[in-house]
């Protein structure tokens, strides 16, 4: 089956630093979500992005099908960023997400 | 516009029980997804539901089944719990085209 690997699992920031995350599918997919997982559990949308650039406040994605992977920035982290964040593939013939294993992101004030 | 709700919130039960976890689809949607999420791992898809059927399953045993209702509202039923099913059950709803919301979970314990 499809692989999806996020780097780094882990990032320590000191607020207001910037950071990139990375995620990494090993197949052609239809769609692709990326996910921020607060510290109760739930996953909160944080973008639906099949392909090309989208940006939210301090946040933006870019996923570069062709190629494969997908890059989520975060600019001047606030500590309510610390979490962890999850990038998900959405297989058609599968009709399932298969998620990477998260990046843990720490932001220290 | 109420989004995907999931009770209970907790619960704890011991090995062998059977336990059944809900979930209310987003409005307007009527597919929903079930995954589990064991400790520092990602959620793994179980299975999904649309039109009351089981669409697709994951690599999971047959103690795991569910339903859907007419009204798009899901069961996940497990039977003869075992101590690694302890995990947070997250339930999502879609339209179907994979753009998926998720619920606040469901936190089991088994002991």
């Known amino acids: 089956g499809i692989q999806v690997e996020q780097s780094p699992p882990d990032l320590i920031l000191q607020e207001g630093a910037n950071s990139t995350l990375r995620c990494n599918f090993s197949?052609?997919?239809?769609?692709l979500q990326w996910f921020h997982q607060n510290p109760w559990g739930q996953l909160i949308n944080l973008f639906y992005i099949p392909s090309g650039t989208k940006q939210n406040g301090r946040l933006s994605a870019t996923t570069v099908a062709t190629e494969r992977y997908s890059l989520l920035y975060i600019s001047s982290s606030q500590t309510t960023d610390s979490g962890v964040y999850f990038c998900?593939?959405?297989?058609?013939?599968?009709?399932?997400?298969?998620f990477g294993a998260g990046t843990i992101l720490r932001v220290k004030s | 516009d109420a989004g995907v709700t999931q009770s209970p919130t907790h619960l704890i039960k011991t090995r062998g029980q059977q336990v059944t976890l809900r979930c209310s689809p987003k409005?307007?949607?009527?597919?929903v997804s079930w995954y589990q999420q064991a400790l520092g791992q990602g959620p793994q898809f179980i299975f999904q539901y649309y039109e009351e059927e089981e669409r697709q399953r994951g690599n999971f045993p047959d103690r795991f089944s569910g339903h859907q209702f007419p009204n798009y509202s899901s069961e996940l039923n497990v039977n003869a719990l075992l101590l690694g099913d302890s995990a947070l059950y997250l339930c999502?709803?879609?339209?179907?085209?994979?753009?998926?919301?998720f619920g606040p979970g469901t936190r089991l314990t088994v002991l």
């Open positions: 409005s307007g949607h009527d597919t």
């Open positions: 998900a593939v959405f297989m058609e013939y599968g009709n399932k997400l298969v």
């Open positions: 197949d052609s997919v239809n769609n």
């Open positions: 999502a709803s879609s339209l179907g085209g994979g753009r998926e919301f």
